[in-house]
């Protein structure tokens, strides 16, 4: 049995580290770059891979050399990848240009490849956890109501307020936001009123707020975790690392706290490399932070 199957976006990431942002019409010069497959929900399974889980991925990715490079990663990384499906459309292509500070700036090409159909895929054997991005919204609403009604947990990484997660957002048990969705959903950028507008349609809501760490309601409780001290080089895939993590911790039974923690440090960590899916972190480097924070 899987410990998660992360249902989403698949793409190929071309990262470059760059002094500062060019301006109109002007050429800079990278001084680092990286090639390596990307995605939230790509990259959650990975990331929980790597700290040992057994994780899937359940998404699309094209039978072209951007596809055929991903496979092999998610090959070397140990993740099943019986439930993906590739064809004839493109994969999708992100260019990520990071900064000195830590942020970031991406160009994602999606081309014309549609959405996986709600019947795409029929599971075998359900997962301890299932996680969605949102980025296959027709899929992920059939699968999200197969988990409620075997009462599987299931997670939604909120990046963005886009038809998948505005779909999702109420159904699922966790639902883990980025500022920007609650911004968008809550039309505030008061993150206490946000939360009590999503604890409203969730049963447990985390709002992750960068460096500033982030804010949370579940059981009728709210609190907030401080961040991690890390030297950031580059944010990208910060996220996927988070949730790829609390999905994995709630497979393993972990406490409310410890869970946090555990998310936390693994988003910490990936933003000390450039590129996400090289700096998604070992279980050996996540136990060091965890016990010196």
């Given amino acids: ?21 060019p301006g109109p019409d002007e050429k800079v010069f990278a001084n680092a770059m990286n090639l390596s497959g990307g995605g939230p929900a790509a990259n959650a399974a ?5 700290l040992g889980g057994k994780a899937g991925f359940c998404g699309y990715l094209g039978n072209d050399l951007f596809g ?23 994969s999708p292509v992100s260019q990520i240009l990071a900064k000195p500070d830590g942020c970031r700036a991406l160009v994602n090409f999606k081309g014309d490849t549609p959405w996986l ?27 999200c109501h197969q988990a409620v009604a075997q009462a599987i947990p299931t997670v939604l990484d909120a990046g963005s307020l886009h038809k998948g997660t505005e779909a999702l957002a109420g ?41 500033r760490g982030l804010v949370w309601a579940s059981d009728g409780k709210k609190g907030q975790l401080r961040a991690f001290d890390v030297d ?4 990208t895939g910060a996220g996927d690392a988070f949730h790829g993590a609390f999905a994995l911790g709630l497979a393993r039974g ?22 996400a899916r090289q700096a998604l972190p070992t279980s050996a480097a996540l ?4 016990k010196s924070g």
């Fill in 1 to 21: 049995m899987l410990d998660l199957l992360c249902i989403g976006h698949a793409c190929y990431d071309v990262s470059m580290a760059i002094d500062r942002h």
């Fill in 46 to 50: 990975v990331c929980a891979a790597r």
């Fill in 68 to 90: 055929d490079l991903h496979m092999s990663e998610f090959s070397a990384e140990g993740v099943d990848t019986s439930l993906l499906i590739r064809g004839s459309d493109p």
């Fill in 117 to 143: 159909a709600a019947d795409a895929v029929s599971l075998p054997e359900l997962p301890k956890v299932m996680l969605f991005d949102g980025h296959e919204p027709e899929l992920s609403v059939q699968l």
């Fill in 171 to 211: 159904m699922v048990d966790y639902l883990v936001a980025s500022e920007k969705f609650a911004r968008q959903w809550c039309q505030t950028k008061d993150m206490g009123k946000a939360l009590d507008e999503l604890i409203a349609i969730s049963g447990h809501v985390v709002i992750t707020l960068g460096e």
């Fill in 232 to 235: 950031a080089i580059d944010s």
């Fill in 254 to 275: 972990m406490g409310w706290y410890e869970l946090l923690r555990f998310a936390s440090a693994t988003g910490a960590l990936a933003c000390t490399t450039l590129g």
């Fill in 287 to 290: 136990n060091r932070l965890l």
